[in-house]
């Protein structure tokens, strides 16, 4: 699962990288909705961390910036502000959870894992195409009956995949969602990637899955 975290406080948002990366989560970071506005629209998410009082725009002008181009990516408010007014707007302002500090980390991972599960509203954890069945909480994959495991990049590129299946997804998509800010797009590493899930994947079954689209991307599906 792949999120974003807008902090502006930098010793925080250190904690909160390091803290959720040792959860198993990949993590963007921004300390401003500036930055934050170019990694949303560039990048995608499972989850966005938003902080309301942040330099400039506030998370709640950010989160109805996203709202307003049709962006669904579940918001999880992390604030000090914590009346019910407060939380009551958040919600108001197309927020999915709030949390206010100081806060529970386990609380934290755990309600990011609830919202994860559930982006845009459409998938349940068990998913299945063919014979191939995915549980989306655990990682456990199997297609036939047979046991398949994943390594943790192969999970993120199947995992968003599964979130476009039947789309065709470009390049620059799936990398900005599996690797990191450092990741050089110009490199054969996504084309190795999907050999590999493919190997995984498709070899010694019928239908194959995972389709590439020439000059266009990869998509999953049946033909």
């Known amino acids: 699962m792949k999120i974003l975290v807008v902090e502006d406080d930098e010793r925080l948002l250190s904690v909160l990288e390091t803290g959720l990366t040792e959860a198993g989560f990949r993590v963007d970071v ?40 049709q962006d669904r990516t579940p918001v999880l408010f992390l604030t000090a502000q914590g009346t019910e007014d407060d939380r009551v707007e958040g919600f108001a302002r197309g927020g999915d959870d709030y949390l206010t500090k100081p806060f529970s980390f386990r609380e934290l991972v755990m309600r990011i894992k609830a919202l994860g599960r559930r982006p845009a509203g459409w998938l349940d954890d068990i998913h299945r195409i063919a014979d191939l069945t995915v549980d989306l909480n655990s990682r456990q994959v199997t297609r036939a009956d047979r046991s398949i495991e994943l ?42 990637l999907v050999w590999r899930l493919r190997r995984k994947i498709d070899d010694g079954f019928e239908p194959k899955l995972i389709q590439t689209i020439r000059g266009s991307g990869y998509r999953l599906g049946l033909q």
């Open 151 to 192: 390594t943790t990049q192969e999970w993120s590129l199947f995992e968003f995949l599964i979130r476009n299946q039947d789309r065709v997804v470009g390049r620059d998509e799936i990398t900005a969602y599996v690797w990191d800010d450092n990741h050089d797009p110009y490199t054969n590493l996504l084309e190795v």
């Open 30 to 69: 921004a300390t401003g909705s500036r930055s934050a506005s170019l990694k949303l629209t560039i990048g995608s998410y499972d989850v966005v961390v938003l902080d309301v009082k942040l330099p400039g725009r506030s998370g709640l002008e950010l989160c109805d910036a996203m709202r307003a181009r």
